[in-house]
């Protein structure tokens, strides 16, 4: 695999999508940008592009990062299903992104597109793929699910007709906090440690997932940019937001690779909402806004 061309390609992706998120940010304010911040580790073992916007008046955090991490040896986070690996030198590259936008009719979203290389001492390198996309709403909306959903569907369609339905139902699967038994969002697409097609298809596979980011959540922030929202849902949303953080912390591999790594944490953390709030046993009023949204992250077919 070409080292240079790989990174020139998630560069790429990153360029387009900070592009397209300055132009929505600039409806609301045309004078809050995305900060620029390029870093190197010290160790020499990783470079990287961070686009952070704080306090926006559309986002109220968000980060796009580009990343290209070595290291002589795999982390345990990345060998728990390749012990074979153990010990191989490996290079890692990528875009992820998580957006928090201010208003709460507005979902949060993440979106991930990686590479691996695996050098094993005594055989030849090992490369596979991983990423995809999904979505944390706070108020129930089936027309924004939907659309979401339909992107991802026909991203991966070009590639094989049976992905979607398997990797929705690995997002459904792995974006489910365990501990309070319910989903985080209504999902999207996962996949992980795949290299069933041949290197140029399982990359371009990944790239359109990249690519097409923008057309899943840019029509949904247009369709609510302007609803009004009040201080009640913005503590809600605050709550739900607290969910986040524990997942993040608890689960996401994502999170515990690049702390595993040695990664950056400002580039690793900037992931987590700027406010969470954590309420003892709260419940929603029964047939309120907030009580629908407990059946709405249920799984379900969204598309049918």
């Keep these: 695999m070409n080292i240079s061309h790989l ?6 992706i990153q360029t387009t999508i900070v592009t397209g998120l300055t132009e929505l940010e600039h409806t609301r304010d045309k004078n809050h940008s995305f900060l620029r911040d390029q870093w190197q580790r010290p160790d020499q073992q990783g470079i990287g592009i961070s686009y952070v916007i704080e306090n926006g008046a559309l986002f109220e955090r968000g980060g796009v990062m580009f990343s290209h991490v070595q290291g002589p040896s795999l982390p345990p986070s990345a060998t728990a299903i390749r012990p074979q690996l153990a010990g191989a030198s490996f290079q890692a590259c990528g875009v992820s992104l998580v957006l928090h936008p201010r208003n709460p009719h507005i979902p949060t979203v993440h979106l991930n597109v990686r590479s691996f290389i695996a050098i094993p001492k005594d055989s030849p390198p090992l490369s596979w793929f991983g990423g995809g996309m999904d979505l944390t709403p706070y108020y129930a909306k089936i027309e924004d699910a939907q659309h979401f959903h339909r992107v991802c569907r026909d991203t991966l369609n070009p590639f094989g007709t049976g992905l979607y339905p398997r990797f929705k139902k690995n997002c ?18 996962f ?12 990359l371009a596979m990944t790239l359109a997932v990249g690519q097409n980011f923008l057309n899943a959540y840019a029509p949904i922030v247009k369709r609510h940019w302007d609803t009004p929202y009040t201080q009640a849902q913005r503590d809600f949303q605050a709550y739900r937001r607290g ?3 524990e997942f993040n912390l608890i689960y996401d591999r994502g999170t515990l690779f690049g702390l595993q790594s040695n990664g950056r944490a400002e580039a690793i953390l900037v992931s987590m909402p700027p406010t969470a709030q954590w309420l003892y046993n709260f419940q929603a009023p029964a047939g309120s806004a907030e009580a629908q949204l407990t059946d709405f992250l249920k799984p379900r077919e969204w598309l049918e």
Excluded at 7 to 12: R, T, V
Excluded at 173 to 188: C, P, T
């Design 7 to 12: 990174l020139s390609d998630f560069q790429a």
């Design 172 to 189: 459904d699967d792995y974006f489910y906090l365990k501990h309070r038994q319910e989903q985080r969002g209504i999902g999207g697409i």
């Design 191 to 202: 996949f992980d440690d795949f290299n069933e097609f041949s290197e140029d298809q399982s």
């Design 243 to 245: 969910r986040y953080v």
